[in-house]
Each structure stands twice: as C-alpha cells, then as structure tokens.
C-alpha cells in the first residue's frame, strides 16, 4: 500500500466510517449509482471504496497473478477461497488490491478504519484467505476513490453525495445490486424520490 494512503486512512475526520450514496446529480459516470464506504477523511483529502461495483477477476485469478497458486492447485482451493468476492473499488490504482474485513483478523499491517472494520492491503491476509484462515467476513478491492483537499466537501455541498453511518451487513454484503437502493433505504429514501434537482430551489 502506497504510504499516502496509509497515512490519510491514520488521520481520522467526521466522515470516517460513514456511507457516500451516489445522488443522480452525480456527474462522474465512475460514481453513477454508487455506494463508497468512506475510510479516511481529512483536511488533506479523503479516501474510501465502492461497494456495488464488479469485477471480473476470481479470487483464483488474483493468487495465480501474485504466483501465490500453480495453476493445477486451484481446484484444491477451500471453497471460501474460490468464491471470495473480488470488486471494483475505484478508479485509483486499479492494479492494487484491498481487503476491508472484521476485526477479528489482525496483522501487523492492518489498519482500524472504524470500531469493527479494519483494512489490510499486504500479501499475508491473501495467503490466509486462500488457506480458509482469513477473517470471518471480508471482501477484497481492486483499486479505490480518491479526493483532494475540500473535494468530497465541495461535491456534497453541490448536492453529489448523501451520507449516512456505514453498516457492517451492507459493506460485506454479496449482492451488488441491490446495495444502492438498501443504502438508500436505511435513510428512508427510494430512488425514485430522487432527482437530479433535489435540494435546489
């Protein structure tokens, strides 16, 4: 993990731990209908993942990338292992792998994002994983979202994010499409009361 990352995930800010849902004013079409659990936030920037975004590549995929895993041995893989959910976290560092998981998985290089929540972007939590040794619940991400200094802030104000506190269930939860609208609906809003003129007279 890039050491800037590690150091704006350290600074903790009022929106740590909380949800961004995606507004339809949002024009970034990488954040259309999204859902991006907030893991650091700060005066210098903030940093999170997508939660509702695919991705292609298999947990065997990745171990056979990091030669982790001989092409014959995947078949010998935990079933945990071969059906760990990969996603999209973003469009920063996509080459880059993350696992938010449940604490009660530590390493040395696992960070707290919130009260049960921790990060951890080294190889020993992979290895660990592909043994059925990993923590309870997980789910790794390919690459994250990033914003500069007043950015977040400035894209809220402009009516481009709701927030809300995050939920463990929904974080890990396998069902990718549905997670927008469940967000949504932990506020007690459907999409369909949304639109792209919500909060401007």
Known sequence: MATSVQQKIRERGFLDGQFLIAMPSMFDANFARTVIFVCAHS??????????????????????????????????LPSAAREFQIQAGGPVETGRGFVLHSDDYLSDSSIPVSDDICLTATLDIVKAISRGEGPIKATMLLGYAGWGPGQLENEISSNGWLTCPAREELIFSRDLDEKYDRALAMMGISSAMLSSDAGHA
């Not at 999170?48 to 995929?61: A, C, I, K, M, S």
């Open 43 to 76: 005066e210098d920037g903030a940093m999170g993942f997508v939660l509702n975004r695919p991705q292609r590549l298999t947990f065997p995929d990745v171990l056979l990338h990091l030669q982790l895993l001989d092409p014959d041995e995947a078949i010998r």
